[in-house]
């Protein structure tokens, strides 16, 4: 499979500083599963203990971490300090619509157009963006996953629905 200039998948978590990170192994799990389907190898254990350097260095910041995987295999890992969050989170919805029947919105790429625009278009008082499908259905904002606590369980909208 040949890809765009730049290409590569992306996975981003959270490093607690008191407990570490947050859902690494269905972090990695879901980036070993799309590096699969895309045919792209890499090495997970270095991975791994690059995270785990990582966390060596951070101590007992919080952080947000951001992987890049590129189709040669190379690996790139960024971290931020963890930005407070406001009080209140003002979202607003989208007038594009996602495809549900896109492929690429099921997988974490850098194929991101739309999502991109539509952040570099928010007006200032708006700190997310939400986006449906063509049915209408709720299915992710554009740098944030949409879910509802139930019975002490996230839910999260059906991957059918194009996110």
């Known amino acids: 499979m040949s890809f765009e200039e730049g290409f ?25 599963k799309t590096a699969q389907e895309l045919g792209i190898k ?8 690059r995270l785990q350097a990582l966390a ?7 952080r947000r971490v ?12 960024q971290s931020w300090a963890l930005a407070s969050q406001p009080r209140h989170f003002y979202v607003s919805i ?7 029947s896109d492929p690429w ?15 570099a278009d928010l007006p200032s008082n708006i700190d997310e963006i939400l986006f449906l499908n063509e049915k209408n259905e709720l ?10 606590e139930k019975n ?8 059918e629905c194009g996110l």
């Open 105 to 119: 919105l099921r997988l974490k790429t850098s194929k991101r157009y739309l999502y991109d625009q539509a952040r």
């Open 56 to 62: 060596n260095q951070s101590k007992k910041e919080d």
């Open 8 to 32: 590569h998948l992306i996975e981003t978590l959270r490093y607690n500083g008191k407990s570490g990170f947050i859902r690494l192994q269905l972090h990695i799990a879901r980036l070993g």
């Open 94 to 100: 989208s007038t594009q619509r996602l495809n549900s």
């Open 139 to 148: 299915c992710e904002g554009s740098i944030t996953n949409i879910f509802v």
């Open 152 to 159: 002490g369980m996230l839910l999260t909208p059906p991957l």
């Open 42 to 49: 890499w090495d997970q254990k270095s991975l791994v203990e």
């Open 66 to 77: 951001r992987i890049a995987l590129y189709p040669d295999g190379e690996m790139q890992i």
